[in-house]
């Protein structure tokens, strides 16, 4: 049973440039989590303001932007790029998960690859980092 959840993430440094951290995980534990059945791996539980599916059309292409919020995205289908100041790029696809915070500076450049949408989950959150990496 998978222990951690791997994640990259996308953030601004102190000058605003946007950058990529890739091979981070959250750390599950095993958690009563829905009793009486037995126990599951549960990552920390931390408060969202927010959720919402997105549907981001063929052929998009997002010039440099920030984050609207900290939020975290869920890929269900369909393959998204994201771009970054010194010019590293993030595939996202079914899948994979992207942490973004780069909400101050130049942002970074978001596309859809492929012949169709791209569908995710966001949730947002309003804490600096909604948890610690572990390895990477």
Request: glycine share 8%; proline share 8%; hydrophobic share 45%.
């Given at each position: 049973?998978?222990?951690?959840i791997?994640y990259v ?12 951290e890739r091979d981070?995980h959250?750390?599950l534990?095993?958690t ?7 126990s599951i791996?549960?990552s920390?539980?931390?408060p969202?303001t927010?959720?919402a599916?997105?549907s981001?059309p063929i ?5 440099w932007?920030?984050?609207p919020?900290c939020?975290?995205?869920f890929?269900?289908?369909g393959q998204?790029e ?14 994979s998960?992207?942490?973004?915070e780069?909400?101050?500076g130049q942002g ?8 169709e949408?791209?569908?995710m989950?966001?949730v947002q959150?309003?804490?600096?980092r909604?948890a610690e990496p572990?390895?990477?």
């Amino acid at each position: 049973m998978a222990t951690s959840i791997a994640y990259v993430r996308l953030f601004a440094d102190a000058a605003g440039a946007s950058h990529i951290e890739r091979d981070l995980h959250i750390r599950l534990e095993p958690t009563n989590f829905v009793p009486p059945a037995p126990s599951i791996h549960v990552s920390a539980l931390l408060p969202a303001t927010a959720c919402a599916f997105l549907s981001v059309p063929i052929a998009y292409f997002g010039d440099w932007h920030p984050s609207p919020k900290c939020q975290w995205l869920f890929f269900l289908s369909g393959q998204m790029e994201f771009e970054v100041s010194d010019g590293a790029r993030f595939l996202g696809v079914p899948g994979s998960t992207v942490l973004l915070e780069d909400v101050v500076g130049q942002g970074h450049r978001s596309r859809v690859v492929g012949d169709e949408a791209a569908i995710m989950a966001a949730v947002q959150f309003q804490v600096d980092r909604p948890a610690e990496p572990v390895g990477g």
